[in-house]
């Protein structure tokens, strides 16, 4: 059982960072592509970033490009988003999410993935 863990979320004025952290346990990490997603109230989760397992492939939704930054430490199982310059657009739940097909592919699709996060809360105030 893949369990994905969420941190880092909070309540930070425009222009402001944040770091989240996703840390995963109890499956083969190194070799899922992870994501974030993220939802605001009344709106369906879209996707935010991914980075794949094998050559460090990174992708962006448009929207955060320039902004946003994904990582991951394979020794530590942890998936990471730098978010800076941040809006009042940004504010959404944001969750984390493995794809454990054992692709290259650094796919966009909420279906693509297999396992979640339970959220972290992040407020971007104008």
């Known amino acids: 059982q893949v369990q994905l863990v969420e941190s880092g979320g909070g309540l930070v004025k425009a222009g402001g960072s944040l770091r989240l952290s996703c840390a995963a346990s109890g499956g083969t990490f190194r070799t899922y592509v992870m994501g974030w997603f993220r939802q605001a109230p009344g709106e369906e989760r879209e996707f935010v970033a991914a980075?794949?397992?094998?050559?460090?492939?990174?992708r962006y939704a448009s929207s955060v490009k320039g902004r946003f930054t994904i990582s991951r430490d394979d020794a530590k199982n942890t998936v990471y988003l730098q978010m800076n310059s941040l809006e009042p657009e940004d504010t959404a739940v944001y969750y984390c999410?493995?794809?454990?097909?054992?692709?290259?592919?650094?796919?966009?699709?909420?279906?693509?993935?297999?396992?979640w996060g339970q959220g972290t809360q992040v407020t971007v105030s104008s």
């Open positions: 980075i794949g397992w094998s050559f460090g492939t990174t």
């Open positions: 999410a493995a794809d454990r097909r054992y692709t290259h592919a650094v796919v966009a699709d909420v279906s693509d993935y297999d396992y």
